[in-house]
């Protein structure tokens, strides 16, 4: 790290683009080009070694009965609450194996290097089946699976349960789950409160037509990312050294003097766990559509706690599969990381009492590992007809810690009366934003 007073302005950093020299591709026939005359982002992606895979695959699984290791039953569910499964025949309930033990994805992630993948978070074939097709080995029927919608099915004749356990490429089977342990009575409970606390101001047709008995169970396709690191960052800090006014009644004007430095810091960092939304639906942060951004309000998830995949987990509840692939995300993961480095060097800038702008960045991403997981997340949702489709409003319930936000639709009238009433927009609009978007 360095701090220096600012003379010149910096140097500009070189830019490249389509067509510039380094960016041509040599011609077929020509000689092969030498990495070390490339831009430092074109060499590394060149030189970075493959994917590395890790298989959580459930061998035992693979023919999508889930039995009871006591008796062999396959009518098991899940015991709310808990992240035990339980034999619905003799009662028998046993633990999912922790992933993170399992296959060692809480350590080396300082010693990561190149890109990690587990197995269900491998890229998805555009050709993948949605319908799966088992052979029910008790009576011979043939079960189909829509994994569009469901995960689980029965046997019509012998009332086998079938899961679908097989990591096919189509982002239905993740490598792990995150079980339920907020049962349903409890998430409508909180969300009953939650809207009873903005009340006062809610839409009229939403309070008629609020029902949050209908609140949904859904398993959230998330990408967890392990990741070493490191980023530079420049710009420029101000520590005033005097202030003073000029001018006199309704010209006054304050003025700030400033010594101005160049800020250079370095950091290396790892992070473990970071959550990404692997569904492009969940993604869509446009917040004049929807609420989508209510649901990263209620991280964290104890993704430590999760076990691995086995569709028996999902009885009861839906789920929406992964459509984005590593590479799709990379950089929504490199914004995050971006961010994570300024808040790391945010401790060592604080004698620059007038701030820092940081103008130049650079971040070197190491390694990662990737895993695949279903969170657990209670959904209640309201669609406000508008302009554009109108605005889908979502308030969510954390599935396992109950963490509440959402966003409800209020009346602008009220606000405005109470705007009227109070004689101070400002209350006005800090009401808005509690009520409509916290």
Same mark, same amino acid.
């Given at each position: 790290m360095s701090d220096s007073r600012i003379p010149p302005p910096l140097p500009p950093r070189p830019v490249t683009g389509p067509g510039s020299p380094q960016d041509v591709p040599p011609l077929p026939g020509s000689l092969p080009v030498d990495p070390a005359t490339l831009p430092d982002?074109?060499?590394?992606?060149?030189?970075?070694?493959d994917p590395v895979a890790i298989d959580t695959a459930a061998a035992e699984l693979s023919d999508g009965l889930n039995r009871c290791p006591k008796c062999g039953s396959t009518d098991i569910r899940h015991k709310l609450g808990t992240d035990l499964l339980v034999c619905l025949y003799c009662r028998n309930e046993w633990d999912g194996a922790r992933v993170e033990e399992l296959f060692g994805f809480g350590e080396g992630i300082a010693d990561l290097r190149g890109t990690v993948i587990a197995s269900g978070a491998r890229d998805i074939a555009a050709d993948a089946a949605v319908l799966m097709t088992f052979k029910c080995t008790?009576?011979?029927?043939?079960?189909?699976? !829509?994994t569009e919608s469901a995960m689980t099915a029965r046997c019509h004749w012998c009332r086998h349960v079938f899961g679908v356990n097989e990591q096919v490429p189509n982002g239905a089977v993740p490598d792990a789950v995150l079980p339920f342990h907020i049962k349903k009575d409890d998430a409508v409970a909180r969300i009953r409160q939650f809207v009873d606390k903005r009340r006062l101001f809610a839409l009229k047709a939403f309070k008629e037509q609020f029902t949050p008995e209908n609140v949904v169970g859904v398993y959230l396709p998330y990408m967890i990312v392990d990741c070493n690191a490191s980023a530079d960052v420049r710009g420029k800090g101000e520590i005033k050294t005097r202030q003073y006014t000029r001018g006199t009644d309704n010209n006054k004007k304050t003025y700030y003097d400033a010594d101005i430095y160049r800020v250079e810091r370095h950091v290396d960092f790892t992070v473990d766990d970071l959550p990404l939304e692997s569904s492009t639906e969940r993604g869509n942060l446009d917040i004049r559509v929807n609420t989508n951004n209510i649901i990263n309000t209620i991280l964290p998830f104890d993704?430590? !706690?999760a076990v691995k995949w086995n569709a028996s987990y999902l009885s009861g509840f839906t789920s929406e599969k992964r459509n984005s692939n590593v590479e799709h995300l990379h950089p929504r993961l490199e914004d995050q990381l971006l961010s994570i480095a300024r808040a790391q060097v945010e401790a060592s800038v604080r004698r620059y009492d007038r701030g820092v702008r940081w103008e130049q960045e650079k971040l070197d991403v190491h390694g990662t590992r990737w895993v695949s997981m279903y969170l657990p997340v209670w959904l209640y949702s309201y669609h406000q007809p508008g302009a554009n489709g109108g605005m889908l409003h979502y308030i969510a319930v954390n599935g396992r810690t109950g963490e509440t936000m959402g966003s409800v639709p209020v009346q602008q009238w009220k606000l405005l009366l109470a705007a009227l009433t109070t004689g101070t927009l400002l209350e006005a609009i800090a009401i808005a934003i509690l009520v409509g978007s916290s």
């Open positions: 982002a074109i060499r590394e992606e060149l030189e970075a070694p008790g009576c011979g029927a043939e079960v189909t699976v !829509n993704t430590k !706690n």
